[in-house]
């Protein structure tokens, strides 16, 4: 079975970096799309970016400026590092598999930004 | 961005037959998808490609649509269903709905 975990401090202070990282079993994220998606409080949903099957990257054009989506395959895990946040950030974070639909989500985690 | 504007919250009676609508600002093609979120859990895929149910998804669940305006029906309800239900289109750079909330009467 496909499974998705993410992991990652719940709290970084204002203008320093987010780092989460998607741990995947039961599938090699070297096929498919894996992505991260964020929900905001109040409900609503912001596509972030993924990373492919290859490697390559597309990101939401509103974040270009700060996002990265890297991963190691080795480890079957990849990653989204995201800077110069804000308490805009404030939100809870899922990793999914899926350039598209996303089929396979993780449990989601709450990072909050704030000093 | 492409805007998807859903239905408001909705309340029904297990039993009944609902309708989510989702309008988007410009075509999408057929590249919609629907998730059901209950609180505390990720979301769900039940819709993809706006009319084709994943996998273990029950029959009570359809979608339709394309271009612009969809729909997502559960017929019938059931109180399990409980749940905040969202659109989502990857034709262009990937956005969601606000989400409609179905509650029961």
């Known amino acids: 079975e496909v499974q998705l975990q993410e992991s990652g401090p719940g709290l970084v202070k204002p203008s320093q970096s987010l780092s989460l990282t998607c741990s995947v079993t039961?599938?090699?994220?070297?096929?498919?799309?894996w992505g991260w998606i964020r929900k905001f409080p109040g409900n609503k949903m912001e596509w972030m970016g993924y990373?492919?099957?290859?490697?390559?990257?597309s990101y939401n054009p509103s974040l270009k400026s700060r996002i990265s989506i890297t991963r190691d395959t080795s480890k079957n895990q990849f990653f989204l590092q995201l800077n110069s946040v804000t308490t805009e950030d404030t939100a809870t974070y899922y990793c999914?598999?899926?350039?598209?639909?996303?089929?396979?989500w993780g449990q989601g985690v709450m990072v909050t930004v704030s000093s | 961005d492409t805007v998807l504007t859903q239905s408001p919250a909705l309340a029904v009676s297990p039993g009944e037959r609902v309708t989510i609508s989702c309008r988007a600002s410009?075509?999408?093609?057929?590249?919609m998808h629907w998730y059901q979120q209950k609180p505390g859990q990720q979301p769900k895929l039940l819709i993809y490609?706006?009319?084709n149910l994943a996998s273990g998804v029950p029959a009570r669940f359809s979608g339709s649509g394309s271009g612009t305006d969809f729909t997502f029906t559960i017929d019938p309800v059931e109180a399990d269903d409980i749940a905040t239900y969202y659109c989502?289109?990857?034709?262009?750079?990937?956005?969601f709905g606000a989400g409609t909330k179905l509650e029961l009467k």
């Open positions: 039961g599938y090699s994220i070297t096929s498919n799309y």
């Open positions: 999914a598999r899926g350039g598209g639909p996303g089929d396979y």
């Open positions: 490609k706006a009319s």
């Open positions: 989502h289109q990857s034709w262009n750079s990937d956005t």
């Open positions: 410009e075509s999408v093609s057929t590249l």
């Open positions: 990373i492919s099957y290859s490697g390559s990257t």
